[in-house]
């Protein structure tokens, strides 16, 4: 029994790895062409900003109730391709943002005389697992209405949130910073 559910495992990782590729049509999460191609998310410059409850707002349940209370079969199905839009457009802001910050990070770490394997590790699976986590929400907001991933959508929020934060706090013994880093 226990020889089956790591096949199985494996197949679903894999499975949902092969989804993410079709889903994104060959565009990394992280390409900023790709995720400014219409303008709808800018993503040079500063960390975007948002509001602290964008997060509720988008995958309320009130929203999708009240266009649905309008009987208008028209405007939900716009409502639900407009909302899911934005929610992929927030999934990808997510991703870009830690995707720069660890690449600032691997930039700064480069010149250290002296790493910290053990935390350069840790490190690397709280990063991995931020972008097996958008990568899974943007599947699922194709094929899932947005209020029922308010929980992982807050989750994730809070996750990139912490991550990000931490960031100046990875300081490498060469003396810079991921955000030093990025200015040479």
Same mark, same amino acid.
């Not at 191609?37 to 997060?55: H, L």
């Not at 308010?150 to 990139?160: C, E, Q």
């Given at each position: 029994?226990?020889?089956?559910?790591?096949?199985? =495992?494996? =197949?679903? %990782?894999?499975?949902?790895?092969?989804? +993410?590729?079709? =889903?994104? $049509?060959?565009? $990394?999460?992280?390409?900023?062409?790709?995720?400014?191609?219409?303008?709808?998310?800018?993503?040079?410059?500063?960390?975007?900003? #948002?509001?602290?409850?964008?997060?509720? #707002?988008?995958? *309320?349940?009130?929203?999708?109730?009240?266009?649905? *209370? +309008?009987?208008?079969?028209?405007?939900?199905?716009?409502?639900?391709?407009?909302?899911?839009? %934005?929610?992929?457009?927030? %999934? #990808?802001?997510?991703?870009?943002?830690?995707?720069?910050?660890? !690449?600032?990070?691997? #930039? =700064?770490?480069?010149? $250290?005389?002296?790493?910290?394997?053990?935390?350069? &590790?840790?490190?690397?699976?709280?990063?991995?697992?931020?972008?097996?986590?958008?990568? +899974?929400?943007?599947?699922?907001?194709?094929?899932?209405?947005?209020?029922?991933?308010?929980?992982?959508?807050?989750?994730?929020?809070? &996750?990139?949130?912490?991550? +990000?934060?931490? !960031?100046?706090?990875?300081?490498?013994? $060469?003396? /810079? /910073?991921? *955000? /030093?880093?990025?200015?040479?």
């Amino acid at each position: 029994m226990i020889g089956l559910i790591i096949p199985c =495992a494996i =197949a679903v %990782v894999l499975f949902l790895f092969l989804l +993410l590729l079709f =889903a994104t $049509s060959g565009k $990394s999460l992280t390409d900023q062409n790709f995720l400014e191609e219409k303008n709808e998310f800018p993503i040079r410059g500063a960390k975007t900003p #948002r509001p602290p409850d964008f997060v509720q #707002r988008l995958f *309320s349940r009130e929203d999708w109730e009240f266009v649905a *209370s +309008l009987r208008s079969d028209s405007l939900l199905r716009i409502f639900k391709k407009e909302r899911k839009a %934005v929610g992929l457009q927030w %999934v #990808r802001g997510i991703a870009a943002e830690i995707s720069r910050a660890m !690449q600032a990070h691997t #930039r =700064a770490a480069r010149r $250290s005389a002296d790493l910290r394997v053990a935390g350069e &590790l840790q490190l690397f699976y709280r990063f991995a697992g931020l972008r097996i986590l958008c990568g +899974l929400l943007v599947i699922l907001i194709g094929f899932v209405d947005l209020p029922t991933l308010l929980n992982v959508a807050t989750r994730a929020s809070k &996750l990139s949130e912490d991550f +990000l934060k931490a !960031q100046p706090e990875l300081k490498v013994e $060469s003396g /810079t /910073t991921p *955000s /030093t880093a990025l200015d040479t």
